[in-house]
Every structure is written in C-alpha cells, then in structure tokens.
C-alpha cells in the first residue's frame, strides 16, 4: 500500500516542536498510522528558519532531511496569484505566507495539515486534513 503525502503546514510544525510530550501533536499522530509521508513548502521552511534560533537550528536541519521539500516555482506562483483574486474579490484574503503555502498544495495535489483551519478552509480548491 502506498502512502499518501500530507503538505505540513508551519503551524503542526511549530505544536509539534514546542509539545513537551511530542504524542499530543497532530505531526504524531499522523505519522503514527503509517498511512502518511510528509511534505513541506520552502515557504514553511523560511517561516521555520526565520522563527529559529541558532540552538534550534539542528532540529530543523534535521527534520527538513527527513521530508520532501517542495520549491515555491513558476506553476505555483501563478496559482497564488489567481488564488489572491478570488479571495480579494470575496473579501476574505489570508497572509501571503498561507497563500503561497496553499497554492503548493494545490500544485501538488496534496492534502494539508494545519492548525490554521479558518484561513485554509476559505481556499475551496484545497483539501484539508
């Protein structure tokens, strides 16, 4: 049976990180089915290294080695965009970093999984988690 891909998004990441007990995360319990391998956007990458400090830096090298990372291109920027508009016009717009992450999911054909359910769920082409 193959797996299917999960697009995290920065926020399971972020819980996942700060979780003392790593088994409440939505990260873990995801992985603990062994029906799911995982993806991430450079996008959520940055947003990780960004939010990090030199300390911390391992862990995530680390765990950006053991997913796919998927780039933020052409394709996808262009699906951002036409994403962009239709929220603009529907007045319900989301932080740039979100689009971009979306927009890889949907290029990708992927699920996401996010913590951030309220902005996702406004993007209709996206399949959350």
């Keep these: 049976m193959e797996r299917k891909i999960i697009l995290l998004d920065t926020s399971i990441l972020i819980e996942y990180f700060r979780k003392t ?33 030199k300390t911390q830096q391992e862990f995530w090298n680390q ?5 796919t990372l998927l780039p ?10 036409n994403l962009n ?5 529907k007045r319900k717009q989301i932080a740039i970093p979100d689009l971009f992450i979306a927009a890889t999911a949907i290029q990708s054909d992927l699920k996401i999984a996010t913590h951030n359910q309220k902005h996702f769920a406004r993007i209709d082409a996206l399949k959350l988690v």
Aim: glycine residues 2%.
């Design 21 to 53: 007990n790593k088994s409440k995360s939505l990260l873990f319990k995801l992985s603990e089915q062994k029906a799911y391998s995982f993806a991430v956007s450079a996008i959520t990458q940055f947003e990780i290294y960004t939010g990090s400090n």
């Design 72 to 81: 933020f291109d052409s394709e996808t920027a262009v699906i951002a965009a």
């Design 85 to 89: 508009a239709e929220l603009k016009r």
């Design 63 to 67: 765990f950006f080695e053991s997913v």
